[in-house]
């Protein structure tokens, strides 16, 4: 059966171009069937539901993405005169993205020899790059990386490293930069590995997610409300908080700590990082189960941190 599907496929491909069935091809989550270069696969209830919600909200957030752009455009015509000219049109740019897009299909099915459960991509406006650059004090162009991006959803984090593994292999002669969330989750609980390229057309960032980490994302959402309108100032400043107590657990390298100590010592910064930023107790439960999952907290130091907010409570 899978024999006759690969003859299928490359008869297709022949008969109407090889883009327009890579975007045929794309796996549908609605369906659950995707294909991995050897036999057919079905989908988790759970990943597909996750996808899913990822999906629409991507969506939702592309309509609302257009409104805002048209808005700030009026209300800084210089401003925004000058981001559209260095990007150029967003019909171009949409187009390549496509090109790129395809592009990074057809690596994942000839190279990777997997078929990724779902890819999508956007592209940021102008006023969506001036207001990141404002905020963190930089210049627009150090943000130009940013204009083109692709997310690919993998079944597995061992997919994402494959990818990774077998991208750099090629010793591309060009921009190749990985930035690797996953042992050190922005946020808290945002994981993903993220790569700035222009190994595919013109450079982007690609984001390689997994199931697991959209769950995660959802579920500090639930939480801490989303990152948007008034509450998107209290969770930068959560962010930043966070950080801090990384940089907690790196001073911890510098100092000749046994494991049980490295535990209690991690224990007690989170349980006072809580207390001095006043976090929502259920925040902080998940957020250390991340941390476990990313390998910077041991299940002991999870269960102690849990009991010691449990016995605070009381």
Known sequence: MAKIFREAVGWIRERFGAERVAARL??????????????????SPADEQAIKKARKE????????????????????????????????????RHNLSVATNRILD??????????????????????????????????????????GVRVILRNEKDCDMFVRILRAQKLKSTFVVKDYRKQPRAGS????????????PTLEIQLRTPEMLEETARTDEILGPYK?????????????????????????????????????????????????????????????????????????????ANTLKENEG
């Open 26 to 43: 794309k796996p549908s989550p609605i369906t659950g069937i995707i294909y991995d270069g050897q036999i057919p696969v079905r989908m």
């Open 58 to 93: 991507q969506l939702i957030s592309r309509g609302k993405s257009a409104v805002r752009a048209s808005a700030y455009s009026l209300a800084h015509p210089v401003k925004a005169a000058r981001a559209y000219s260095a990007l150029g049109s967003y019909r171009q740019r």
């Open 107 to 148: 690596f994942f099915e000839n190279a990777v020899r997997r078929r990724p459960l779902q890819i999508s991509s956007r592209v940021k406006r102008g006023d969506e790059l001036i207001r990141k650059a404002e905020a963190r004090g930089e210049d627009m162009r150090e943000r130009m990386d940013e204009s083109l």
């Open 190 to 201: 945002y994981r993903a590995v993220h790569i700035i390229t222009d190994a595919f057309g």
């Open 229 to 305: 309108g008034a509450n998107k100032v209290n969770r930068e400043m959560l962010d930043k908080s966070v950080e801090g107590l990384y940089k907690t657990f790196q001073q911890m390298k510098d100092r000749n700590l046994t494991e049980g100590e490295q535990r209690e010592f991690k224990g007690l910064a989170v349980v006072f990082w809580a207390q001095q930023n006043h976090v929502d107790p259920e925040y902080v439960e998940h957020m250390s189960k991340v941390l476990k999952t990313a390998g910077m907290l041991k299940a002991s130091t999870v269960r102690y941190i």
